[in-house]
């Protein structure tokens, strides 16, 4: 999702203290503003400004506590940081009381400040993406469910871009859980075409009833078949055919559906009559249809002919960088069903999920969510937490992600804000996206 950079937006008096805190963040590649009045930065606020507040307490006319009230009530979202110089622990109280995001007293540990103010970055843009995508959902925007802004979502959104209003056959690949019908519906919304939607599980079809249920059955064809019946293939024509676990479809049908793709016809079981029909298709797998065609349980030829484009699924451990702004979506989509209104997600529980494998990928992280809301969120078994490389190593896939994000995928900008050559980032970019 396209969003402008969160900015620091500084309100202090001190001429002499506001430059250097300005030097400050520049230095530290933060984005920033400094205001000497907060009247001055409340008339510049729009509603959802990209933006965390910085702000000192004593100050002439509007004070820091009377600015906290009042983007409070404009959003309470938005996070508040306050510098104070007098050590007053009954204002740091009722600041922490009205929802101040951190309280430091002067002198501070700038790293400390920077620290904090990093995080309050990172909630604001979490809290941005989310309203972004509420909107859009609000639209009818269904693409926008492919979630993320690592450089491996992005690169799917843009192939689905580019294929999506073509008529070649997309098989795609990925572990369960990973979104794969979401994908197909995308690729649907960008065909253009008015016909349905049409999603069939393979493996989920008894044998026995497949092939009537697939290509539809004259009457007569057998027992109980008294009128002519339409088939989930000729229900998708001018429209879009998914087939999921198309592993799972019997071997001797596929032979149908191979015709329906080289020739754009089908029959009817019981039936002669030739049905011309125009549907997209895209099938889903989770196994190595190459292997299963070697070993004689699905044929080669078919696999050939659905894999003219073929979309690759990276599981959520590869995309660690897009579970908090998944979870909070989730919450989101949770509290809205359940009617339930609780606390937005603490920033140590989106890095412990964070640090989870979810073997069950997205779907496992929606579950999640849902036992949030609902107040019965297990604890994650220690067994399962990464070890301290594995964390590392997720911890610098993140800021790699989050570098080429705010650089838009520009490799040598985000090689020279992440400190390494340009090669040293191509190299671990490549070793990720395997």
């Not at 400094?34 to 965390?52: H, T, Y």
């Not at 909630?123 to 509420?134: E, F, V, W």
């Not at 450089?151 to 871009?161: G, S, T, V």
């Not at 800021?399 to 804000?417: F, G, R, Y």
Request: glycine share 6%; charged share 25%; with cysteine.
């Amino acid at each position: 999702m396209n969003r402008a950079p969160i900015e620091v937006w500084l309100v202090e008096d001190d001429d002499d203290v506001r430059q250097t805190l300005l030097q400050t963040l520049h230095l530290s590649d933060m984005p920033a503003r400094g205001f000497s009045r907060a009247e001055q930065a409340l008339k510049a606020l729009k509603p959802d400004a990209a933006v965390v507040f910085l702000s000192d307490v004593r100050m002439p006319g509007m004070d820091g506590l009377a600015l906290l009230r009042q983007l409070q009530q404009q959003d309470p979202d938005l996070p508040v940081l306050l510098l104070t110089g007098h050590g007053d622990i009954p204002m740091a109280v009722e600041a922490m009381r009205l929802g101040t995001q951190d309280f430091f007293e002067k002198p501070y540990q700038p790293e400390q400040l920077l620290h904090s103010l990093r995080r309050a970055v990172d909630k604001r843009a979490l809290i941005l993406d989310n309203r972004q995508l509420r909107r859009r959902l609000a639209a009818g925007k269904q693409a926008e469910l492919l979630l993320g802004n690592t450089p491996e979502m992005e690169q799917l959104r843009r192939q689905i871009d580019n294929i999506a209003d073509t008529s070649a056959s997309v098989l795609i690949l990925g572990e369960t859980g990973t979104g794969k019908e979401l994908v197909a519906r995308s690729l649907h919304q960008g065909s253009g075409r008015k016909g349905n939607f049409v999603a069939i599980n393979c493996t989920a079809l008894p044998e026995s009833i497949f092939e009537s249920e697939m290509f539809g059955a004259e009457p007569g064809a057998f027992t109980g078949v008294t009128k002519r019946r339409i088939g989930k293939v000729e229900h998708a024509d001018n429209g879009t055919l998914f087939l999921d676990e198309i592993e799972g479809m019997p071997l001797h049908l596929q032979a149908k559906m191979l015709r329906v793709l080289q020739e754009s016809v089908l029959e009817r079981l019981g039936g002669n009559q030739l049905v011309q029909v125009d549907a997209r298709v895209v099938a889903a797998t989770k196994i190595d249809l190459q292997e299963a065609g070697r070993a004689g349980l699905f044929r080669p030829d078919l696999y050939f002919r659905l894999n003219v484009v073929t979309l690759a699924l990276p599981p959520l451990r590869q995309r660690r960088a897009d579970i908090p702004l998944l979870f909070l979506h989730f919450v989101e989509q949770a509290q809205q069903h359940y009617n339930r209104d609780v606390p937005a997600p603490a920033d140590a529980l989106l890095q412990q999920l964070m640090c989870r494998d979810w073997p069950g990928n997205v779907r496992e992280l929606r579950h999640a969510a849902e036992q949030y809301v609902l107040g019965v969120m297990p604890a994650e078994p220690a067994h399962n937490l990464m070890t301290l490389p594995e964390q590392l190593a997720a911890l610098e896939q993140q800021l790699i992600s989050d570098a080429m994000h705010k650089t838009q995928n520009q490799v040598a900008l985000a090689a020279e804000q992440l400190g390494i050559p340009r090669k040293t980032l191509y190299d671990k970019l490549a070793r990720y996206r395997d």
